[in-house]
T-cell receptor, first 114, second 117 residues
Framework: ETGVTQSPTHLIKTRGQQVTLRCSSQSGHNTVSWYQQALGQGPQFIFQYYREEENGRGNFPPRFSGLQFPNYSSELNVNALELDDSALYLC?????????????FGNGTRLTVT | AQKITQTQPGMFVQEKEAVTLDCTYDTSDPSYGLFWYKQPSSGEMIFLIY??????QNATEGRYSLNFQKARKSANLVISASQLGDSAMYFC??????????????FGGGTRVLVKP
């Protein structure tokens, strides 16, 4: 059973640029969620995808967007990067509808915006 | 009001001793789940233990146990026989509801645990 994998592990971008982060879900999971974790804080929910459609969104602007592919892999896209977007971005997968199903997280992508 | 509150920003614990990490939550949904995750300095989030709102017994997983007090809305994590490898950030998180949108977790601010030899 393969776990959740994210790429790249680190990324440095300039303010105003665009970035794409990638995630491969754990085998057998059909839902993927993305979280932003600023330094010293708990993760904040960005959005989740189920059946290739956005299915729940946190308090993040539209410049944060995503995709889920038929193989359940996913992308997080952030346009017009701001300094405050610097954070650890975590991808998590799970099985929807199973209330006790924990989210399985990847190791994250650490994004630095300069 | 914050949905998940962890009041202890940091704790020291002696190796082989037990430690209790506090977590209080706020929800009006009768169906919810509570999770604890461990985050080492490497950044990965490791699932430790789960407690459902309808579970009659406190959850246990190896050295981890959850002291669930529903009326007080608290879900404290107890780590027994602490090991040096337990040094990490610990997050309490809640999932509300069982609908398709219910795979969103709300996290607390975390507690940093440092185990001393």
């Amino acid at each position: 059973e393969t776990g959740v994998t994210q790429s790249p592990t680190h990324l440095i971008k300039t303010r105003g640029q665009q970035v794409t982060l990638r995630c491969s879900s754990q085998s057998g999971h059909n839902t993927v969620s993305w979280y932003q974790q600023a330094l010293g804080q708990g993760p904040q929910f960005i959005f989740q995808y189920y059946r290739e459609e956005e299915n729940g969104r946190g308090n993040f602007p539209p410049r944060f967007s995503g995709l889920q592919f038929p193989n359940y892999s996913s992308e997080l896209n952030v346009n017009a990067l701001e300094l405050d977007d610097s954070a650890l971005y975590l991808c998590a997968s799970s099985t929807i509808g199973a209330v006790n199903s924990p989210l399985h997280f990847g190791n994250g992508t650490r994004l630095t915006v300069t | 009001a914050q949905k998940i509150t962890q009041t202890q920003p940091g704790m020291f614990v002696q190796e082989k001793e037990a430690v209790t990490l506090d977590c209080t939550y706020d929800t009006s949904d009768p169906s919810y789940g509570l999770f604890w995750y461990k985050q080492p300095s490497s950044g990965e989030m490791i699932f430790l233990i789960y407690q459902g709102s309808y579970d009659q017994q406190n959850a246990t997983e190896g050295r981890y146990s959850l002291n669930f007090q529903k009326a007080r809305k608290s879900a404290n994590l107890v780590i027994s026989a602490s090991q040096l490898g337990d040094s990490a950030m610990y997050f309490c998180a809640m999932r509300e509801g069982v609908t398709a949108a219910g795979n969103k977790l709300t996290f607390g601010g975390g507690t940093r645990v440092l185990v001393k030899p």
